[in-house]
């Protein structure tokens, strides 16, 4: 099966984009903050595949975390409609 229908299955089941910004300490300069962007699908509130991801981090990376900025948007949300003010005919 291809990623997109496993991303598309995933959305039907309540996943969302999900994108961190997380700062952490440069290792040889703990004073300096490096910024990495991290982005998966997962579902909120509890972010389970990134809680993971941070777990690996704080046990595997020497940067020590500072912060993450979490951003989730779910790609299936109801369709906006607008009237639109006239017709028009093809032929």
Do not use: C
Not at 9 to 16: K, T, V
């Amino acid at each position: 099966m291809s990623d997109r229908s496993n991303d598309f299955r995933r959305a039907l089941n309540g996943y969302r984009l999900t994108t961190a910004e997380i700062l952490y300490h440069m290792p040889d300069h703990p004073q300096v903050l490096q910024s990495f962007i991290w982005q998966e699908f997962d579902m909120a509130p509890k972010f389970p595949v990134l809680n993971k991801f941070l777990h690996f981090w704080e046990h595997n990376i020497e940067g020590r975390l500072h912060s993450v900025r979490i951003a989730a948007r779910g790609l299936i949300s109801p369709a906006e409609l607008k009237l639109a003010g006239g017709e028009f005919t093809l032929h």
